[in-house]
């Protein structure tokens, strides 16, 4: 679908399936504006656009932080005014048993995958409100869905991204505003190898005999439902949860 004319943010926008999820998006003609607390990589896709003369800016968002978020959302506010669709992509994750987990552990996973998520989304909603349009997806993880051991606080910062996405999808509805969610299996990222680390072979190959399609997912397979949810096409979707995992879940 051509997305000529519109304007998106996508946190996490430089890596992994935030990346591949800004690339998609510029490529089919969206103005996209990345946000990511790592400036390397943030301007690595920058960089990458512009050569392929695709309208992708890079911004920096830590959305631990209040006056970051407020920061990046005034500055794309001021630029586009209001935005026609948000990807709630930026996520953190380190696999530790739950016995072996720290406050400061716990602080963190629910600042990146939950708080922080809710923070900019109510930074966002004023313009699309006002417009009566708009569409937000969140990435959240079958974790949230069905648990997963050795991610236990995440995955309960992912059911809470599960949760708000039903329940904003519910009060967003007068104003025309569409909000849906992805969860991703077992997915090839940069945050999945560094998570692995030295048994990345064993655990792997664990992963890949319990996903039918006996492949982990790539950004790119990702990157394709989250725009579905930002067209026309699913203008009459929203409170959503889709699993993207190669059959390993199958919710009703």
């Not at 708080?115 to 993880?141: E, H, N, W, Y």
Request: charged share 20%; net charge neutral; glycine share 12%.
């Amino acid at each position: 679908m051509d997305l000529s004319g519109r304007a998106y943010v996508v946190t996490g926008g430089a890596s992994g399936i935030g990346r591949a999820t800004a690339l998609l998006l510029a490529r089919r003609g969206a103005k996209v504006f990345v946000g990511d607390v790592n400036r390397a990589t943030g301007a690595a896709i920058e960089a990458e656009a512009g050569e392929e003369g695709l309208a992708i800016a890079y911004r920096p968002l830590d959305v631990t932080k209040p006056d970051s978020i407020e920061a990046f959302v005034d500055g794309v506010h001021a630029e586009v005014g209001c935005l026609d669709g948000l990807v709630n992509s930026a996520g953190w994750d380190k696999l530790e048993p739950f016995l072996a987990n720290s406050q400061e552990f716990w602080d963190r996973i629910i600042a990146i995958n939950l708080m922080g998520v809710i923070q900019l989304t109510r930074r966002i909603l004023d313009p699309m409100v006002a417009a009566k349009r708009g569409r937000i997806v969140f990435v959240s993880s079958d974790a949230g869905r069905v648990g997963s051991m050795n991610e236990v606080v995440y995955s309960a910062a992912k059911g809470g991204q599960i949760a708000f996405t039903k329940s904003l999808a519910r009060e967003m509805a007068r104003y025309g505003i569409n909000v849906n969610c992805i969860c991703p299996g077992p997915t090839d990222t940069p945050l999945m190898r560094a998570q692995v680390g030295e048994n990345s072979a064993k655990i792997i190959d664990g992963m890949l005999r319990a996903i039918p399609f006996r492949r982990l997912g790539t950004p790119e397979d990702m990157a394709g439902p989250i725009s579905f949810f930002l067209e026309d096409r699913a203008a009459y979707i929203t409170g959503q949860v889709l699993s993207v995992s190669g059959g390993l879940t199958m919710v009703d």
